[in-house]
């Protein structure tokens, strides 16, 4: 284990530096100009009415070996942090089998390396009732440009017709086209399941799946541009019942392909354990948590590289296993930003998205009615083609179910992006969006963290697609539940793709993770991943240093609570008790890709008596899903107290 190191500004460094220049006088006016600007400038954002008015944010630099590609961070209820890199989106990693996990202590500094065993780069994660954190898919192969394809090849849908056996696919099976002869090897192995029977009519429903295979012969000789039928090379021979067809094989671009592969962490010996794969490989998936605490896995990649076709699949932590859902056959695009309502039986789709599928198809926001498999738009928002790459979230205590979207752009690497804040009552009669209010620049890649007080936090992006033309944007603001926009500190590292935000125990804002594509304003130089930290700590902390004001500090509080149970919180004695206007119980943040589905903050019933608070809890698993939660007390100063942490239950009933 190892400790972190700050970057801090040196500000006796500056006179010297300016002095050193006078005497030389080997430099021109305008570095000289902006030395002083730059004195000035950090002066003022030091100053205690500065930071009191806007808040601070510093910049965390790990040691050299503990540097890591954050491009996933989820917080556990240690109070540590779980960052993933797997791969890090660097193919000499992927093809070294070096993947990347550590555990970061945010109060210490302290690092811990994690065994890591397989590419998780680009998977989905989210909290379970257990305590643990679900990591699902990753990262089988990465993407191939035409211009270094050597061999043709494409997705190979393999089809069984058997109801009696499930077939395995080796690694490496022939499959010979049935019309040219032509061979190729499947890069893989798949399970194939039994076919299954359709309820109505008894009829034999074929199972299928997707495998990448590869021309044996190098060249334009192995490209097919029709569909073909295939035999299948099954290790005991080819069966009629198994068979295979492919519409195209080409040397254009092979994508990235997806892995099945699931895990759970366990944050306390802080290893991941090996649970049940999944029945389709994803890449680009989103995890939401159900009422029912099942986490279901929508959308990715395939293993084929190609994107799944409404393939939906529901994870049980009590049973390790997952189960596919035909019945919820659906088509979304890649991280698709995907709700649990208060309706057990209702999802939301906000629209915002990042990744893949085609500009129009499955782009519009709506409901998803999980008891009828059927999807009802929800009109109303802005710039409705600028939703990839923008965020959702709550806006205010999830009680409210108003959902606000906030910036995205265009699809793929279109350089248009836009400046709504759009939101939507999901409790209203006919819920559509309106509109909130607007950032100051266009904005993709913005992310979003739900405070204590109910407010949203906005921080970071970039004007254009993953930071081109140096267009990162050094912006944060706070966006009250009365939808006026403020203002805060400017992060001092730039953010765009492959970034994340998360609310710390502590009310503090940590950040990690930028992908630019490029490191200049001209295109021309590769970008490099920025492993830089950075922590924003809030106007109030500096308010109540001002004003002398303490926030309500918390004694004692009950380790897990039941649906619908009573609990009290005892606060620190003092002489006069915090007087506490809201508890929040917030679920805490697992974020990729500027997406967090399951972030979440409850307000919860309470009463108060001197240093005695007492919380009714409610008896709604699609309000309150069980897992664990960090609890704030907010107070009438505009404090709140450290996080408490809290395992939600079952009811007693149900227990």
Known sequence: MTKTREFIARWWRIPVILIALGVVGAITAPPA?????????????????????????????????????????????????????GSGNNVEMFEAGTYKTIVYDPSTGVVKHVETPTDMFCAGHAHLSNGNILVAGGNQGYEKLGAKMTNAGGPMTVVN???????????????????????????????????????????????????YVSSDVEGAAGVLTTNHPFTVGLPGGPTSVVHAWAPRLTMEKKEYQGLPDAYEFNP???????????????????????????VMAISGLDGAGAILDGEIETYDPATRKWTERPEFKRYFPTYPAIFSTTRDDRLFFAGPSTGWGPATKAREPGFWNLSRNTFTPVPGIRDPHLLETGSAAWLGPVNDQRLVVVGGGGVGDSLESTRRIDVVDLKSRKPHFTPLTDLENPTRYPNLVNLPSGDLLITNGAEKYRGMFSSDLHKAYILGQDGKLRKIAAPKVGRNYHSTAMLLPDG???????????????????????????????????????KGLQRPLLERGPKTLSLGSTGVFTLKGRDAPAKITSVRMMVPASVTHITDTNQRSVDVKFTQS??????????????????????????????HSVAHWLRVTKSVEEQ
Do not use: C
């Open 268 to 294: 306390i010996t802080e290893q991941y354990e090996r649970v049940a794969s999944m029945h389709y490989g994803r890449w680009y998936p989103t995890l939401t948590t159900l009422p029912s605490g099942k």
């Open 161 to 211: 017709e058997d109801p009696t056996r499930t077939y395995t696919i080796p690694k490496g099976t022939v499959f010979t086209s049935n019309r040219n002869g032509n061979k190729y090897l499947s890069d893989a192995e798949i399970k194939l399941p039994p076919a299954t029977q359709d309820e109505m009519t008894g009829a034999t429903v074929p199972t299928e799946r997707r495998v």
């Open 610 to 639: 001197g240093n005695e608070v007492t919380v009714t809890m409610p008896t709604d698993p699609a309000l309150m899903p069980l897992g664990n939660y960090m609890v704030f007390l907010n107070d009438d100063q505009g404090q």
């Open 508 to 546: 503090q804002i940590l950040t990690t993770g930028s992908d630019p594509l490029f490191s200049d304003a001209k295109n021309q130089k590769p970008g490099k991943f920025d492993q830089r930290f950075e922590i924003f700590t809030p106007p109030e902390y500096f308010q109540a240093q001002q």
């Open 33 to 85: 100009v902006m030395l002083v600007n730059n004195f000035k400038h950090e002066r003022e954002i030091s100053s205690p009415d500065y930071q009191a008015k806007y808040g601070r944010w510093q910049v965390i630099e790990l040691n050299g070996g503990d540097r890591i590609n954050a491009i996933h961070a989820t917080m556990l209820p240690t109070g540590k942090v779980l960052l993933i890199a």
